[in-house]
C-alpha cells in the first residue's frame, strides 16, 4: 500500500493496484499549495468545506471501485456538529491492511468509532487544532487507536497551512517515534515498524 501525500489532508493511497484519493482541497483554498490535477478510481471527501471537497479536481478512471471502505460518523467539532457540520472518517481494506483517513475530526470519538479503528495500520491524523482535534488531543486518540503508523496531516509548516491552525511540531513533540521522510511517499507494508511519519510536501 503506497501513501502519497498532496498537502494539508490530501492523499493518495495506492493497493492492489487500485487509487483512491482523500480530500482533495479546491485551487486557492490552502495557504502555500499548489493547485491540484489527480487521477485515481475513487474520491472521498470527509465534509463538504472547499478545502476537503475538490472531487471534481480528480479525474476517474470509470472502473468500479472494489476495495472496501468503512464509514464512520463523527462531528468537525466537540458541539457535536453545531459549529461545523459533520465529518465523515474512512477505512480502506486493502493488501490485507487497514488504512484510516479521519478528515476533520472535531473531537474525542465514540467508544464505538475508537473500536472500530483500533489497530489500524495507518492513521491519518489531523493535528493542528482551530478547525480539528489539537496536537493533545490528536495524541489521545492515536494512543488510544493503536495504530501501527501514524501520519499526521492538517498542520502549518512554513508558508504552508492556515495561520490559526498549530504547527508540526506541536504535535511531534508528543511523540517518541518520529520518522522524517526526504519525499511524500511512504510504502506500507506489513512488517513496516511502528512510527510516526512525517511526509514532506511536494517532493
Known amino acids: 500500500m503506497t501513501l502519497t501525500w498532496h498537502g494539508h489532508s490530501c492523499f493518495s493511497v495506492e493497493a492492489e493496484g487500485w487509487t483512491a484519493v482523500f480530500d ?14 489527480l487521477q485515481a478510481d ?25 476495495l472496501r471502505v468503512e464509514e464512520l460518523a463523527t462531528y468537525h ?34 467508544k464505538e468509532v475508537l473500536a472500530a479503528l483500533r489497530g489500524v495500520d495507518a492513521l491519518l491524523l489531523p493535528v493542528g487544532g482551530h478547525f ?3 496536537a493533545k488531543t490528536a495524541k489521545a486518540v492515536a494512543d488510544a487507536i493503536g495504530p501501527r503508523v501514524v501520519v499526521p496531516m492538517h ?9 490559526v491552525i498549530g504547527t508540526l511540531d506541536a504535535y511531534t513533540q508528543l ?8 519525499g511524500d511517499t511512504l510504502t506500507l507494508a ?6 510516526t511519519a512525517v511526509l514532506t510536501y511536494g517532493k
Open 175 to 182: 511523540c517518541d517515534d518520529v520518522r522524517y521522510y526526504e
Open 132 to 134: 480539528t482535534i489539537d
Open 24 to 37: 482533495p482541497y479546491q485551487d486557492g483554498s490552502v495557504p502555500g499549495l499548489a493547485p491540484l490535477r
Open 155 to 163: 498542520y502549518r509548516l512554513g508558508g504552508m497551512g492556515f495561520d
Open 77 to 110: 467539532d466537540d458541539a457535536h456538529g453545531l459549529l461545523r457540520g459533520k465529518n465523515t472518517v474512512r477505512i480502506l481494506h486493502g493488501e490485507g491492511m487497514r488504512l484510516a483517513h479521519l478528515g476533520d475530526l472535531g473531537h474525542m470519538p465514540s
Open 190 to 195: 506489513p512488517d513496516t515498524p511502528a512510527q
Open 42 to 66: 475513487a474520491v472521498f471527501c470527509s465534509h463538504g468545506h472547499s478545502d476537503h471537497n475538490a472531487a471534481a479536481l480528480v479525474a476517474l478512471s470509470g472502473r468500479a471501485f472494489p
